[in-house]
């Protein structure tokens, strides 16, 4: 997942942040826009539920059209957001325990059964709101549902929110299309998007997309390993050039409309900048809000999971935040979003339903073949001012960039190694100060960027979020 876009998130949660599908039916608005999946039997074997799944999906070859565009005013004039959840991988590369600052989800039956339980009652707490779900599983979760709680999936169905699931692979041991089998075979009726990938993973990938066609992205493929250095993205759903084509990050700024691949960029996560970020013209924008399963800790005396995954615990890249703090806190954030919900704004959905959109909409965007797309990117053009997250005005492209050292978040997604302060801090950071769980990081200086939900309060003493 791209860590510039995930920063930003993280002042609204993901950090940059966040982030699209399970069958449940909210009603009219939910069908009009639902991906089409194929129900699998539960006693079917890998092989065939993923290529029966796979199938459903025709490969997408290129801009589709509608015959109508009556309402396309309407539908580009809402910012359409999902929350968005990964897991990730604890066993990389197929090693047992080869990151230890990801839970045992496949091994430990403890840690398994709190965090499928803090999932499923996060997708609860989203469907009363009606809110949206993109549910991004990593491989290892995935077995841990098949060895510990092989219904998961059937429960995070019901309990009735606009849920979907997404692959979500670091591909270190187990691929895309592998995965999507795996999720299929344990019930979770997954869609074909890509939640996540780096840029270099991207440019090997053009045998890959050949022989597997029909995958579109959550966000954009502008990330490095680690995220050490992302890059912004332009923030709205397009069409992007195929691996073969693509040599650096700006060839991934423009339109291919003959592409296969779609790519759902992301305004920031948070309600304040929203709609001032909300490029004017015919665009679909995404905004996400990301979360990974980790940040869901155990009550202190929750002696069923080990002490690491506990709140005051060693975990690392952690929140802070217990599962039942994370899910008021995401309340938080839903509430501040309802004016915008009710004055037509903004609009839950999931990836595959604005994915959908596109497809519908397409003719009618202001997308050109070979369009430029690049001044929709985060820049500092005009004598613009760069935001806190993306500080370094780049004296060539004009585009803000993350600087020499890493100013995001404290908890990382994907498990990336973050930032120490060792080699000082950028412009509009702080080092996070010993005692708390970003200690020893540089982050972003709440004075300037304001506050997740998670840790509201502003320590004016030392720009430091505190919960």
């Not at 998961?152 to 041991?173: I, K, M, Q, W, Y």
């Not at 066609?213 to 912004?232: K, Q």
């Not at 009618?364 to 993306?390: A, F, I, M, W």
Request: proline share 9%; with cysteine; aromatic share 8%.
């Amino acid at each position: 997942m791209a860590w510039t876009s995930l920063r930003v998130r993280w002042l609204s949660t993901l950090a940059l942040a966040v982030w699209p599908v399970l069958a449940c039916d909210p009603g009219p608005a939910r069908n009009e826009v639902n991906a089409t999946r194929v129900a699998t039997d539960g006693a079917t074997t890998v092989s065939d539920a993923g290529q029966a799944e796979r199938a459903a999906a025709a490969p997408d070859t290129g801009q589709s059209a509608t015959t109508d565009c009556a309402d396309i005013d309407a539908v580009t004039a809402k910012i359409y957001y999902a929350f968005v959840i990964h897991n990730e991988e604890d066993d990389a590369n197929c090693s047992a325990g080869s990151q230890p600052g990801i839970p045992d989800y496949n091994g430990d039956s403890g840690v398994f059964a709190h965090y499928a339980q803090a999932m499923l009652d996060y997708a609860a707490m989203l469907g009363r709101h009606g809110a949206a779900l993109s549910f991004q599983p990593d491989w290892t979760f995935v077995e841990g549902v098949t060895r510990f709680r092989p219904g998961f999936f059937d429960e995070l169905r019901a309990t009735g929110g606009n849920v979907e699931v997404v692959p979500h692979a670091h591909e270190s041991c187990v691929p895309y299309d592998e995965l999507f089998d795996r999720i299929a075979a344990a019930g979770g009726q997954p869609v074909k998007i890509l939640g996540g990938m780096t840029f270099d993973a991207f440019r090997a990938k053009q045998g890959w997309f050949d022989a597997n066609p029909g995958w579109a992205f959550w966000g954009v493929p502008t990330a490095y390993l680690g995220h050490v250095g992302d890059r912004s993205a332009p923030p709205i759903v397009y069409r992007i050039a195929q691996p073969s084509s693509v040599a650096r990050i700006e060839d991934l700024y423009r339109h291919l409309a003959s592409s296969p691949i779609i790519a759902t960029g992301s305004l920031p996560g948070w309600p304040a900048a929203m709609l001032a970020a909300k490029p004017t013209g015919r665009y679909l924008t995404p905004a996400y809000d990301f979360k990974a399963t980790r940040w869901f800790l155990a009550e202190a005396s929750d002696t069923s999971v080990p002490p690491q995954w506990r709140l005051g615990g060693t975990g690392q890249q952690d929140s802070g935040l217990t599962a039942a703090q994370q899910i008021a806190a995401t309340e938080q954030l839903i509430q501040s979003l309802q004016p915008m919900v009710d004055q037509g704004q903004v609009a839950y959905a999931t990836v595959s339903q604005l994915l959908e959109l596109f497809r519908r909409h397409e003719h009618c965007l202001d997308l050109q073949p070979d369009q430029d797309l690049s001044p929709l990117v985060e820049n500092c053009r005009d004598g613009k001012t760069c935001p806190p997250t993306l500080p370094v005005c780049d004296s060539v492209t004009l585009f803000c960039l993350p600087g020499t050292v890493d100013g995001g978040l404290p908890q990382p997604p994907d498990g990336g190694l973050p930032p120490t302060c060792a080699a000082g801090c950028p412009t509009a950071a702080v080092c996070c100060p010993t005692g708390l769980p970003c200690q020893g990081q540089c982050v972003p200086d709440c004075r300037s960027a304001g506050c997740p939900p998670q840790a509201p309060t502003c320590d004016e003493t030392d720009g430091v979020c505190r919960p």
